[in-house]
Each structure stands twice: as structure tokens, then as C-alpha cells.
């Protein structure tokens, strides 16, 4: 019955914006931590940010003042605003649900599909 369905992604320049969706179907929403993670040809899957269960934000260090997440609750959605994108932000983006924010090998509840991101310079 969980699913979550990532939308938003396609083909920038670099510079630019897009903003990323994750739907979440199945379960409530509101009681669990929620986050972003990418992973970029040849490279492993790493953690971009997230919303623990008291909506405080975490984010690692290369999207800092770039990259924003935020959530509605009422509609089971999370949001990752991302500017002033760079080529080395392609990559594919997952979102995730957990008890906590773990790393990507963290036993999350559930992921989404992915959606592809390419920064072009």
C-alpha cells in the first residue's frame, strides 16, 4: 500500500532551478521523517537532505544555501527546491520515508521511483 512518487526533474542549465515533489500514498505522512537522496552515473547513492519527525532540516554540506526542503503535511507531500543548480548536481533523485534521518543504507519504510536531474553547462 506505501508508495512514494518523486516528480519534477528534467534538463536545466546551469544556474537554474527546478523544484522537485514526493508524493507519499498508503500511510501518514505527518509522523515520519522524510528526505532526499541522489545517485550520479558511476557513484553511490547519497544523502542530499531531510526533515526529521520534527520538521527541523538537515542537509549535507554541498547543497547548502542552495537546496531547500519542506513538506505538506495535509497533502503527503515534500518539496526540494533547488537553485543555482551545477553539472555536478545530476544526477537521480529518490525521496524517502523513515522513523528517523538515516543515511541511505537505513532501514527507510519506503522509497520512490526516482527522477532524473540533468544539469547542462
Known amino acids: 500500500e506505501v508508495q512514494l512518487v518523486e516528480s519534477g526533474g528534467g534538463l536545466v542549465q546551469a544556474g537554474g532551478s527546478l523544484r522537485l515533489s514526493c508524493a507519499a500514498s498508503?500511510?501518514?505522512?505527518?509522523?515520519?521523517?522524510v528526505a532526499w537522496f541522489r545517485q550520479a552515473p558511476g557513484k553511490e547513492r547519497e544523502g542530499v537532505s531531510c526533515l526529521d519527525r520534527d520538521r527541523r532540516t538537515h542537509y549535507k554540506e554541498f547543497v547548502k544555501g542552495r537546496f531547500t526542503i519542506s513538506s505538506d503535511n495535509a497533502k503527503n507531500m515534500v518539496y526540494l527546491q533547488m537553485n543555482s543548480l551545477k553539472t555536478e548536481d545530476t544526477a537521480i533523485y529518490y525521496c524517502?520515508?523513515?522513523?528517523?534521518?538515516?543515511?541511505?543504507?537505513?532501514?527507510?519504510?519506503?522509497w520512490g521511483q526516482g527522477t532524473q536531474v540533468t544539469v547542462s553547462s
Open positions: 498508503g500511510f501518514t505522512f505527518d509522523d515520519y521523517a
Open positions: 524517502a520515508a523513515g522513523d528517523q534521518c538515516y543515511g541511505s543504507g537505513g532501514p527507510w519504510r519506503s
